[in-house]
C-alpha cells in the first residue's frame, strides 16, 4: 500500500512528460507573427487634460496606435529572439477666441501633431508550455524616433512652431504576456508593460513547426 502515492505520482510525470513531448504550442523552429494594438494612446491623453481643464473653448482629439507588429522565432521551448515594431501617433487642434493688437475678438486655432516608431530586437523567455497556452516575459531594446510640433494660430502671439525630435534614441520595452491558440495556428495575445502602450491585445500566426 505504501507504494501507491509513488505509484500516483510516478503516473502524473509521465502524463505531464508525455504532454510536454507532444503537446507544445511553443517548439524550436516555431515562427510567429503577431498583430496588436495598444491602450493607451499616452501623447493623445496628455493633450486631452488640456481640454478637461476647460483651457480652449473648442477643441478635437485624434490619433493612431500603439500599433504593435512583431516576429519571433523559437530557437528552442524556452528562449525565442526577434524584431518588435510600434507605431503611435496623435494630434489635435484648439479653437478659442482671443482679442488682437487691435481690440478685435477674433477666432484662433492651435494645432499639434505627434508620430512616433521605434525597432527593437527582442528576447522572449517562455516559462510554461502547454498545446494552446504560451506564457512569457519579453525584453526589447533598439531604435526609437519620436516629433512632436506646435503650432500657435494667433500670429500676434507667436509666429513661430514649436518643434522636437527625440534626443536619445534608445528604445527598449519589457512585458509579461501569453497567447491562446483558438486553432493550431491561430491564436490571440495579450501583454501589458512597457511597450509605447500600457497593455495590448492582438492575434497570433504560427508556421514553420516541425
Do not use: C
Amino acid at each position: 500500500m505504501r507504494r501507491t502515492p509513488k505509484f500516483i505520482a510516478l503516473a502524473i510525470t509521465s502524463v505531464m512528460l508525455a504532454i510536454q513531448a507532444h503537446a507544445q504550442s511553443f517548439e524550436e523552429g516555431t515562427n510567429i507573427i503577431s498583430v496588436g494594438y495598444g491602450f493607451p494612446n499616452l501623447a493623445k491623453s496628455y493633450f486631452s487634460v488640456w481640454d478637461d481643464a476647460n483651457l480652449y473653448d473648442r477643441s478635437s482629439l485624434g490619433g493612431f496606435g500603439p500599433l504593435h507588429l512583431k516576429f519571433e522565432h523559437a530557437l528552442n521551448e524556452k528562449f525565442g529572439i526577434g524584431l518588435s515594431l510600434n507605431l503611435v501617433s496623435a494630434n489635435g487642434k484648439y479653437s478659442y477666441e482671443s482679442y488682437n493688437n487691435n481690440g478685435v475678438l477674433t477666432d484662433y486655432t492651435d494645432e499639434f501633431s505627434m508620430s512616433g516608431w521605434s525597432a527593437l530586437a527582442r528576447l522572449n523567455w517562455h516559462f510554461f508550455n502547454s498545446d494552446k497556452f504560451d506564457p512569457y516575459w519579453g525584453f526589447g531594446i533598439g531604435y526609437r524616433s519620436a516629433k512632436w510640433k506646435y503650432t500657435y494660430g494667433d500670429p500676434d502671439y507667436s509666429t513661430e512652431n514649436i518643434t522636437a525630435k527625440t534626443l536619445i534614441p534608445l528604445g527598449f520595452e519589457i512585458t509579461i504576456g501569453a497567447r491562446y491558440y483558438v486553432a493550431e495556428n491561430i491564436g490571440i495575445y495579450a501583454e501589458t508593460g512597457l511597450a509605447k502602450s500600457i497593455i495590448q491585445f492582438g492575434v497570433s500566426y504560427k508556421f514553420g513547426t516541425k
